[in-house]
């Protein structure tokens, strides 16, 4: 008899990074509402209050933690909250990105280059890092990177951006090799453009924005609770055997060849 795929996540506690809006509080939701216990992070407190206040209103269990994942500290005390509050964690989504340059690769500073990677790719380290040791002793967990089509195929402007995120991608499937034996699954999710306010300098210009939509099949950009159907199930015990991958959620377009038909 084949076993119905499980997507439950009661007893579960998840910390969802960059939670405060767009893609992150769409997955954070997306937990709270299939049992688990979220802890929302992002940089600014008052913000993660929020939207922990409405999850709970919906009677689900959320804890606002402010973390600059920039941070080691700040990241081992993002974790050690989590523990004191929940006993330990199953679930990390990194989502937490930053992007200051755009316009050609060679204009970009040093510092430039510094911040999107030391947030982008090894803040999603320090939290893999701060997160491993309660996995382990509680028999495994989940750990989903937020990557990009960018990290798969160069986008104008984002250079940067671009090699951070094919840093990502690299980084989820060294991390599933070494992390197989602790019965942790390691995945990354590869959004196209996503409407939302990191990408409103794409979607708020018209000529831009058109540019866009005809590289993009489905001819529109995603809505962040899109994302959420892919996430939930690599958070969930429907995933136990899926690990090193990069799932693309992008309405075609890296399959596409930009032509209309």
Known sequence: ?????????????????????????????????????????????EALEQVARSIQEAGGTALA????TGSQEAVQALVARTLEAF???????NNAATNPHFGPILTAEESQWDKILDVNVKGYFR??????????????GKIINMASIAGKRPQPGMGIYCVSKAGVIMLTEVLAVELAE???QVNAIAPGFVKT???????????INQAVLRTIPQRRMAAPEELTGIALYLAA?????????????DGGQYVSSGLSL
């Open 1 to 45: 008899m084949t076993q119905t795929p499980n997507f439950d996540l009661t007893g579960k506690v998840a910390i969802v990074t960059g939670a405060s809006r767009g893609i992150g509080e769409a997955i954070a939701r997306a937990y709270a509402q299939a049992g688990a216990s979220v802890v929302l992070s992002s940089r600014k407190q």
């Open 65 to 68: 933690v402010a973390a600059h």
């Open 87 to 93: 006993g330990g964690v199953d679930i990390l989504v």
């Open 127 to 140: 939290t893999v890092k701060a997160c491993v040791e309660s996995m382990g002793s509680r028999g495994g």
């Open 182 to 184: 602790l019965n942790i």
């Open 197 to 207: 306010r990191f990408s409103s300098a794409i979607w708020s210009n018209p000529q």
């Open 237 to 249: 015990p429907a995933s136990d055997f899926t690990t090193g991958a990069t799932f693309l959620v």
